[in-house]
């Protein structure tokens, strides 16, 4: 089954840098990789996805971008400020819609962004 | 997107006792899944509940723990049985929202005693 690793499992930046998170996954089916904050005592939310027949997406001060060939996805946050505080989780799928699959989580990183 | 309505918001149980875990989505998905978040822990998936059909358990987790019941396309039970401390987690149902997307409910945290 599908495997995916993510690093680092902690993160600190002051604010306003940048903090980059990296998952590699294993099975080269897998066809879209989201990205999911949680606060805590809170679920998952979607900050952004990509799928495999796209290199990078943005979305303001969020980035994904995805290398195929090496089965590796990174998240990059700009300009971070303390509400991005929070624990981060890459995952991967071959996909959901009429033929769902599951999600496959990385083990999170806990970002904490220092005023 | 999808909306899910997942009750109860949390528990507190005693050993040995069992937990239905309800999930109620406002439009009709093939598929649902359900996940287990242990204490500081990434998301595991526990099975897949098509309708119609039995549930699909990963490794490590069997029918006889969490039964599934998928009666419909908007709506599916887990039960966690016979609890012990070790299933202390916060459990969540997902399911496939747009043509890539997941959408998650928004969990039973279960503390046993």
């Known amino acids: 089954g599908e495997n995916v690793e993510q690093h680092p499992s902690t993160l600190s930046v002051q604010e306003g840098d940048s903090a980059v998170i990296k998952c590699t996954y294993s099975?080269?089916?897998?066809?879209?990789f989201p990205w999911y904050k949680q606060e805590l005592g809170k679920r998952p939310q979607l900050i952004i996805d990509i799928r495999s027949n796209v290199g990078e997406k943005k979305d303001q001060r969020i980035a994904v971008t995805l290398n195929k060939t090496a089965k590796h996805f990174s998240l990059h946050i700009t300009e971070t400020q303390p509400e991005d505080s929070a624990v981060y989780f890459c995952?991967?799928?071959?996909?959901?819609?009429?033929?769902?699959?599951?999600?496959?989580f990385g083990k999170g990183t806990k970002l904490s962004v220092i005023p | 997107s999808a909306v899910i309505s997942q009750k109860p918001s949390r528990d507190i149980c005693q050993r040995g006792t069992s937990l239905t875990i309800q999930c109620q989505v406002d439009?009709?998905?093939?598929?649902m899944f359900w996940y287990r978040q242990q204490p500081g822990q990434s998301l595991t998936l526990i099975a897949t509940?098509?309708?119609?059909?039995?549930?699909?358990?990963e490794s490590g987790f069997v029918i006889d723990k969490f039964p599934i019941s998928r009666p419909n396309l908007t709506f599916s039970t887990l039960t966690v049985s016979n609890m012990s401390p070790e299933d202390s987690s916060i459990y969540l149902c997902?399911?496939?929202?747009?043509?890539?997307?997941?959408?998650f409910g928004s969990g039973t945290r279960l503390t046993v005693v």
């Open positions: 997902s399911v496939p929202d747009t043509d890539y997307g997941y959408t």
């Open positions: 995952a991967a799928s071959k996909g959901s819609g009429a033929g769902s699959y599951q999600l496959t």
């Open positions: 509940a098509n309708q119609g059909s039995e549930a699909t358990y």
């Open positions: 099975d080269s089916a897998s066809n879209y």
């Open positions: 439009s009709q998905v093939t598929m």
